[in-house]
């Protein structure tokens, strides 16, 4: 009878032990961090106690696709400028216009995977559209909106995090809202530059 019982109880406890054991292994570690919850509103500042192994995965893999956005931008920027204007003229001239569209979404939806983090999947639109519409008031060259909308999105960040630690808000929606804020703004300051100018 005893020796019954003891093997019941260790049946019983296999789940158990197993589901301990799984615990520990990488992958479950990284999908614990995955909330579905700060996918969706977002949560760069929420504290959740992440192991630091997975931590430190989850950041070298985020590194590794910030260097590929970063790179993707820096080699085929000039090459979308030129497709969005006269996408024609890019083909007759030998480039593959195709390949260059299939790059650009590749490179929006690792930029759209890093976003995530930040504002969730709800807001990532906003955080990614905002500080481009603010440049293209402004920009006049590539160059230029580049650094507008670098400008704008630090900023934005900045103040929407301060905001957010002041008033207790939810970081990433804050970040968007600031962002918002300054779009207003460049879309006003805009207008009212065109009307001085159709009144001189």
């Known amino acids: 009878m005893a020796a019954a019982l003891n093997a019941h109880a260790e049946i019983s406890n296999a789940p158990a032990e197993a589901r301990a054991a799984d615990d520990y292994a990488l992958p479950w570690r990284l999908l614990r961090l995955l909330n579905l919850f700060r996918m969706v509103v977002g949560g760069l500042v929420a504290r959740h106690n992440p192991d630091f192994f997975a931590a430190l995965a989850l950041g070298i893999v985020s590194g590794a696709i910030a260097a590929v956005v970063i790179g993707g931008l820096l080699l085929a920027a000039r090459a979308w400028w030129a497709i969005a204007f006269d996408a024609t003229a890019v083909a007759a001239s030998g480039a593959s216009v195709s390949a260059y569209r299939f790059m650009l979404h ?88 065109q009307s001085a100018r159709q009144r001189a």
């Open 106 to 193: 590749g490179i929006v939806a690792l930029a759209v995977i890093l976003c995530v983090k930040l504002s969730g999947i709800v807001l990532t639109t906003g955080l990614m559209v905002l500080p481009a519409a603010c440049a293209w008031f402004w920009g006049r060259s590539l160059g230029a909106l580049w650094a507008i909308s670098l400008g704008v999105s630090l900023t934005g960040t900045l103040v929407g995090l301060l905001a957010s630690y002041a008033y207790n808000w939810p970081s990433g929606a804050t970040v968007v809202l600031a962002l918002c804020i300054l779009f207003a703004l460049s879309a006003g300051g805009a207008w009212l530059r």
